[in-house]
């Protein structure tokens, strides 16, 4: 067990550092010295010399190669930096150190933390919302499969699914939110200070979240249970006399849920890494947002590499734990 | 003679008749609808089975052996199976008694014991989980003394170290091992009727022997009525007091065991005997396959279902065989064995034509007449 999560850390190490390089790269190379070129126009109210640009490029390190501007960020996030320029100001950035925020000026770990707690809370509550229904939904279809209540199902979840999700987080900030006034603010409310107006600020887009998705793990549910229900331990179970529920969500959902929640594990870790249609509509002020806003110009460089870092972790992490709980949830599965 | 294949009157259904057997069935008849049309998975069978005898049901796959004592637990999805007939457990009609009766019924006063044990038992839980929590459901007890009752079944099959063993899962089991515990489970409250399903097709040969010795010292012990079915004759020989061989849905020998091995009078039977392989025997002797394959049941033969199969058709005057059922009757050796078969002289054919093929040991060389002694063998001996 040991050896096996050391193994998969390593790899997983292996993982990011590759991601971090391949989007580090592409980042520097398709800017190329734009950034200098913005912040010298900035600082010389548009009449930037040639000499003013060259010093600019120095002091952001356009002059150095790719790999050495690479090796300072990946220093920077262990060791710290000190003479980061942006726009020609001068900043200190601590370990961890992934640059300043040409947006805020601030350090883009601090602004991390301060965007992390939306889109955790607006993905857990999301995610539990979806998972909880979505199961409890596919075991009652499988139990009644073949009726209309299960044909009902089956059907909604593909018109569900075939509807943008965009379009249905629209739709319902207008309806819901605008104009019947059911969920008048949306937005992250900080839960240590008020949980209670967290909860209601965040419900429609959990229930966006939860409803649009829990279609999709219904049918995936069903389609699990029925052909657990049709395993031959379910038929014990019935010949012991273990009485219909019983049999339906201790028996066979223990047996179907293995495969959900290794799905699940893997759309959560999506969810973390930032949900921008919903945190844009819902103005909700976390990873997806700002990683989106980084993306208009100028480019906030280190911003988005920091999201893009932050979510190869965040699946990198999922994988490794979905495939721990699966040597929980499945006995005859042993890693070693 | 422990079986009573006669009909009944309807009227005796309803009470409690103290002289009747454990199990009664009588004309039960299973379909399922399906896309494809309505399934005859099992035809107007009737049988008996009392407290401490052993019923073998002998057939292929597909012969409605499973299903016609799945009904007996009232295992079928009610919405897509149509049952008709009845099924009498200590006096009590079965066939549409609703689920709360049948449950109370499950596991408690019947018990089953399936054929594959790693598929019949739930690979995340284990064993002693699956043992007492069939005891839990009949009985009320605390878990300690369930898990308590579960080393006690353990250790009573035959399981070494049950202490330890009961916690562990199906797939650390060998599989001689995971059907001792399946029956553990099947025993755990006394049953006093248990159908085993084919309980020694998936294990080794050396494994089935076993198993067959412990179902045999359990039903001693417990006194209770046992069905086994099996397609395999051998198994029959060594438990049964009575066996039926079923055909298509069918019942089509039924009798003591050792009369339906001795004096089989239904051509399928013959086939069924011809198909074993004798370890003892000469290894020139041919094994006689039935040609063909099982009807199906969704457009079974006119007729004898067997007809299509049978080698013996032209013995059977006119169009009989492929124009009317055979009923099941009692043929040349009396009341208590019946046979569903045109054939006039069964017993003539099966010494004259059938046994000198598939069991050339039992004729005398020199006079070319079977050996009386070696052909009455004991079924004991087989």
Same mark, same amino acid.
């Given at each position: 067990? /040991?050896?096996?999560?050391?193994?998969?850390?390593?790899?997983?190490?292996?993982?990011?550092?590759?991601?971090?390089?391949?989007?580090? /790269?592409?980042?520097?190379?398709?800017?190329?010295?734009?950034?200098?070129?913005?912040?010298?126009?900035?600082?010389?109210?548009?009449?930037?010399?040639?000499?003013?640009?060259?010093?600019?490029?120095?002091?952001?390190?356009?002059?150095?190669?790719?790999?050495?501007?690479?090796?300072?960020?990946?220093?920077?996030?262990?060791?710290?930096?000190?003479?980061?320029?942006?726009?020609?100001?001068?900043?200190?950035?601590?370990?961890?150190?992934? !640059?300043?925020?040409?947006?805020?000026?601030?350090?883009?770990?601090?602004?991390?933390?301060?965007?992390?707690?939306?889109? $955790?809370?607006?993905?857990?509550?999301?995610?539990?919302?979806?998972?909880?229904?979505?199961?409890?939904?596919?075991?009652?279809?499988?139990?009644?499969?073949? /009726?209309?209540?299960?044909?009902? *199902?089956?059907?909604?979840?593909?018109?569900?699914?075939?509807?943008?999700?965009?379009?249905?987080?629209?739709?319902?900030?207008?309806?819901?939110?605008?104009?019947?006034? %059911?969920?008048?603010?949306?937005?992250?409310?900080?839960? /240590?200070?008020?949980?209670?107006?967290?909860?209601?600020?965040?419900?429609?887009?959990?229930?966006?979240?939860?409803?649009?998705?829990?279609?999709?793990?219904?049918?995936?549910?069903?389609?699990?249970?029925?052909?657990?229900?049709?395993?031959?331990?379910?038929?014990?179970?019935?010949?012991?006399?273990?009485?219909?529920?019983?049999?339906?969500?201790?028996?066979?959902?223990?047996?179907?849920?293995?495969?959900?929640?290794?799905?699940?594990?893997?759309?959560?870790?999506?969810?973390?890494?930032?949900?921008?249609?919903?945190?844009?509509?819902?103005?909700?002020?976390?990873?997806?947002?700002?990683?989106?806003?980084?993306?208009?110009?100028?480019?906030?460089?280190?911003?988005?590499?920091?999201?893009?870092?932050?979510?190869?972790?965040?699946?990198?992490?999922?994988?490794?734990?979905?495939?721990?709980?699966?040597?929980?949830?499945?006995?005859?599965?042993?890693?070693? | 003679?422990?079986?009573?294949?006669?009909?009944?009157?309807?009227?005796?259904?309803?009470?409690?008749?103290?002289?009747?057997?454990?199990?009664?069935?009588?004309?039960?008849?299973?379909?399922?609808?399906?896309? @494809? !049309?309505? $399934?005859?998975?099992?035809?107007?069978?009737?049988?008996?089975?009392?407290?401490?005898?052993?019923?073998?049901?002998?057939?292929?796959?597909?012969?409605?052996?499973?299903?016609?004592?799945?009904?007996?637990?009232?295992?079928?999805?009610?919405?897509?199976?149509?049952?008709?007939?009845?099924?009498?457990?200590?006096?009590?009609?079965?066939?549409?008694?609703?689920?709360?009766?049948?449950?109370?019924?499950?596991?408690?006063?019947?018990?089953?014991?399936?054929?594959?044990?790693?598929?019949?038992?739930?690979?995340?839980? +284990?064993?002693?989980?699956?043992?007492?929590? !069939?005891?839990?459901?009949?009985?009320?007890?605390?878990?300690?003394?369930?898990?308590?009752?579960?080393?006690?079944?353990?250790?009573?099959?035959?399981?070494?170290?049950?202490?330890?063993?009961? @916690?562990?899962?199906?797939?650390?089991?060998?599989?001689?091992?995971?059907?001792?515990?399946?029956?553990?489970?099947?025993?755990?409250?006394?049953?006093?009727?248990?159908?085993?399903?084919?309980?020694?097709?998936?294990?080794?040969?050396?494994?089935?022997?076993?198993? *067959?010795? %412990?179902?045999?010292? *359990?039903?001693?012990?417990?006194?209770?009525?046992?069905?086994?079915?099996?397609?395999?004759?051998?198994?029959? &020989?060594?438990?049964?007091?009575?066996?039926?061989?079923?055909?298509?849905?069918? &019942?089509?020998?039924?009798?003591?065991?050792?009369?339906?091995?001795?004096?089989?009078?239904?051509?399928? +039977?013959?086939?069924?005997?011809?198909?074993?392989?004798?370890?003892?025997?000469?290894?020139?002797?041919? *094994?006689?396959?039935?040609?063909?394959?099982?009807?199906?049941?969704?457009?079974?033969?006119?007729?004898?279902?067997?007809?299509?199969?049978?080698?013996?058709? @032209?013995?059977?005057?006119?169009?009989?065989?492929?124009?009317?059922?055979?009923?099941?009757?009692?043929?040349?050796?009396?009341?208590?064995?019946?046979?569903?078969?045109?054939?006039?002289?069964?017993?003539?054919?099966?010494?004259?034509?059938?046994?000198?093929?598939?069991?050339?040991?039992?004729? @005398?060389?020199?006079? !070319?007449?079977?050996?009386?002694?070696?052909?009455?063998?004991?079924?004991?001996?087989?």
């Amino acid at each position: 067990m /040991t050896g096996f999560i050391v193994r998969r850390l390593l790899s997983s190490v292996l993982v990011v550092i590759l991601t971090s390089m391949f989007v580090f /790269t592409l980042f520097f190379k398709g800017l190329g010295d734009s950034p200098a070129v913005n912040a010298c126009a900035k600082l010389h109210n548009g009449h930037c010399n040639p000499e003013a640009l060259k010093s600019i490029k120095h002091q952001m390190g356009f002059d150095k190669s790719l790999v050495s501007n690479y090796g300072t960020w990946a220093k920077g996030i262990f060791a710290g930096r000190n003479n980061v320029y942006v726009d020609g100001k001068e900043y200190n950035c601590p370990a961890p150190c992934m !640059g300043i925020s040409i947006m805020s000026g601030n350090t883009v770990f601090h602004d991390l933390k301060q965007k992390y707690p939306a889109t $955790v809370t607006l993905a857990v509550g999301g995610a539990s919302m979806y998972l909880v229904l979505g199961v409890i939904l596919g075991s009652l279809a499988a139990r009644w499969r073949g /009726t209309s209540a299960d044909r009902l *199902l089956v059907g909604s979840s593909l018109i569900v699914s075939s509807i943008p999700f965009y379009l249905v987080a629209l739709l319902s900030w207008i309806y819901l939110s605008l104009q019947l006034k %059911l969920f008048p603010t949306t937005g992250y409310y900080p839960i /240590t200070q008020n949980p209670a107006k967290t909860v209601a600020w965040m419900m429609l887009p959990w229930l966006v979240i939860g409803l649009t998705n829990c279609t999709s793990y219904a049918r995936f549910t069903r389609g699990q249970m029925v052909e657990t229900l049709n395993e031959d331990y379910i038929r014990t179970a019935n010949a012991k006399g273990v009485k219909t529920n019983r049999v339906l969500f201790k028996h066979a959902l223990r047996a179907a849920i293995v495969p959900v929640i290794t799905i699940f594990g893997l759309d959560f870790a999506t969810l973390l890494a930032g949900t921008i249609f919903t945190e844009r509509i819902f103005s909700i002020d976390g990873i997806g947002n700002w990683g989106l806003t980084a993306l208009s110009t100028p480019i906030d460089i280190n911003v988005v590499s920091a999201t893009v870092l932050v979510s190869s972790i965040l699946v990198v992490v999922a994988n490794l734990l979905v495939d721990i709980l699966y040597s929980f949830l499945d006995p005859r599965v042993s890693i070693a | 003679m422990s079986t009573d294949i006669s009909e009944r009157p309807d009227g005796m259904a309803a009470p409690a008749n103290p002289d009747e057997p454990f199990l009664v069935v009588e004309n039960l008849t299973v379909k399922f609808p399906t896309h @494809d !049309g309505l $399934v005859q998975a099992v035809t107007d069978l009737s049988y008996t089975v009392e407290r401490g005898k052993t019923l073998g049901i002998v057939g292929e796959s597909g012969s409605g052996k499973s299903v016609s004592s799945m009904a007996v637990l009232g295992l079928h999805d009610p919405k897509h199976t149509r049952l008709s007939g009845s099924i009498r457990v200590d006096g009590t009609e079965v066939i549409g008694a609703p689920e709360d009766r049948m449950r109370k019924i499950r596991g408690n006063s019947i018990a089953m014991i399936f054929q594959d044990a790693l598929t019949a038992l739930h690979p995340f839980y +284990t064993i002693g989980d699956q043992i007492s929590e !069939g005891y839990r459901i009949h009985h009320r007890v605390s878990k300690g003394e369930a898990k308590k009752r579960a080393i006690e079944m353990l250790d009573r099959v035959g399981i070494p170290q049950p202490n330890r063993r009961v @916690d562990d899962y199906p797939h650390q089991f060998s599989g001689g091992m995971r059907q001792r515990a399946m029956i553990a489970m099947a025993l755990v409250n006394d049953p006093q009727l248990l159908i085993a399903d084919e309980p020694t097709t998936a294990l080794d040969v050396t494994v089935q022997a076993q198993i *067959l010795d %412990l179902l045999q010292d *359990l039903q001693r012990e417990f006194n209770s009525a046992v069905i086994i079915i099996t397609h395999d004759l051998g198994v029959v &020989a060594e438990l049964a007091d009575t066996t039926m061989v079923m055909y298509a849905g069918r &019942a089509v020998e039924y009798g003591a065991t050792r009369e339906i091995l001795t004096h089989p009078e239904m051509p399928y +039977t013959w086939g069924l005997l011809g198909s074993i392989p004798e370890v003892a025997g000469d290894a020139d002797v041919r *094994l006689i396959p039935i040609p063909g394959n099982p009807p199906s049941l969704l457009n079974p033969p006119t007729g004898c279902s067997f007809h299509p199969r049978c080698p013996h058709v @032209d013995k059977v005057p006119g169009d009989l065989c492929r124009t009317t059922l055979p009923d099941l009757l009692p043929g040349d050796r009396g009341e208590n064995h019946v046979k569903r078969c045109h054939l006039a002289n069964p017993g003539e054919i099966y010494t004259e034509e059938v046994l000198p093929e598939i069991a050339p040991d039992l004729i @005398d060389p020199e006079t !070319g007449e079977m050996i009386a002694e070696l052909a009455a063998v004991d079924p004991d001996e087989i």
